[in-house]
């Protein structure tokens, strides 16, 4: 219900813009009806243009004389006020870039060109040529807000008569030179070529409105799955029900495959994450390795720090243990040290509890150590 309405509202939104459209072009229209056309020169391209082309029946000064200009005038350059008038004629569905290329090609035919485009009306492409995409209105507006173009001519006829030649005052008339077959004809711009008004020019290979519309054709349910997202009911687009019910369940599985896209793309990410983590850390653990293997060998090695504190270590055990080579000369005893005498307090001076006392000891005064004690 919510999509019905919403494809109602767009709908009704886009008539009312198409509504303010054509009132904005009618006004301007009907203004510019009063003023007079100046035919302006052709090559010389005016990007900076702020209106579209004007339509043929809304120009005045139909009635000016017809006085063709030849092939060698036209080529070697006209007055400003007397543009070659070069005459383009098609069905333009679809504009596309094929469509501008082929009248950029008419309008630079000759250095002074004056461009007026025929469009034909819906009855006779449906006629001769089959449906179309867009209505004649609509082609009509295309046509006329391509920069290359001067006049655009509604209605245009399938085949071309001198009475219209002359109405339009038509000095050359531009299209490509493979034979068009229509109406009958083997080529309806036989006359215009027999009588030396015929300026081919080339096609764009690769566009086409049969090639856009063998595209859409092709891609069918892409575009009404699209469209029905975008708010589009099924009459509008002519889906049947069941085929409604169809693109409706293909997009549900479109969005689960979308999600599984995802998370495989998640797990992608993560597993890439791990693994450069991971290379990072193996890397880091290497160049520690390397630093305490390096380390390891300087320290423990064959000519590390540890053999040379072994040496110096023997070397001053050695040292410590090994005797003091005695000198030359002994000193006498007179130039030795006296070494010191242990007393005790309860002993007299000069004798000693471990010596004995001597035999005799005389002094001068006659007394006797013991006799003096």
């Known amino acids: 219900m919510e999509t019905h309405s919403s494809g109602l509202s767009r709908k009704r939104k886009r008539k009312e813009l198409n509504g303010q459209m054509k009132e904005a072009d009618r006004v301007r229209k009907a203004q510019r009806k009063t003023l007079v056309k100046h035919e302006k020169p052709s090559c010389h391209l005016v990007l900076s243009a702020r209106e579209p082309a004007p ?11 017809y006085d063709r200009v030849s092939l060698e005038e036209a080529q070697l350059g006209t007055p400003e006020d007397r543009p070659v008038r070069v005459y383009a004629d098609g069905i333009f569905d679809m504009f596309h870039s094929g469509h501008a290329r082929a009248l950029m090609q008419a309008k630079c035919l000759f250095p002074n060109t004056y461009l007026i485009v025929g469009v034909c009306s819906d009855d006779l492409t449906h006629e001769f040529k089959g449906f179309t995409v867009m209505d004649e209105n609509e082609r009509y507006d295309a046509v006329s807000h391509c920069r290359y173009v001067d006049e655009v001519v509604r209605n245009a006829p399938w085949t071309l008569t001198h009475e219209f030649l002359a109405e339009h005052r038509i000095d050359f008339v531009a299209h490509d030179d493979i034979p068009y077959i229509s109406a009958g004809s083997d080529d309806v711009y036989r006359h215009i070529k027999e009588a030396g008004m015929f300026a081919p020019t080339q096609r764009t290979e690769g ?65 890439q994450k791990v693994e450069e983590k991971g290379i990072d850390l193996i890397q880091k653990w290497e160049e520690k390795s390397r630093e305490f293997i390096g380390n390891f060998l300087e320290m423990f090695g064959p000519d590390g720090a540890l053999k040379h504190m072994l040496k110096e270590g023997k070397g001053r055990m050695l040292q410590a243990i090994s005797p003091r080579q005695s000198p030359s000369s002994s000193p006498t005893r007179e130039e030795r040290s006296p070494s010191p005498t242990f007393r005790l307090p309860f002993f007299s001076r000069t004798s000693s509890p471990f010596t004995s006392p001597p035999a005799h000891h005389s002094s001068t005064n006659g007394i006797s150590q013991d006799e003096e004690d």
């Open 55 to 65: 339509f043929s029946d809304e120009l005045v000064g139909a009635g000016l004389p």
């Open 207 to 271: 566009i086409s409105t049969s090639d856009i519309i063998t595209r859409i054709v092709r891609d069918y349910d892409v575009y009404a799955r699209r469209n029905l997202q975008r708010g589009y009911t099924a009459k509008e687009l002519n889906v049947s029900f069941i085929n409604e019910k169809k693109y409706h369940l293909q997009e549900r599985v479109d969005m689960v495959k979308q999600k599984v896209r995802d998370v495989e793309e998640k797990s992608k990410e993560f597993v």
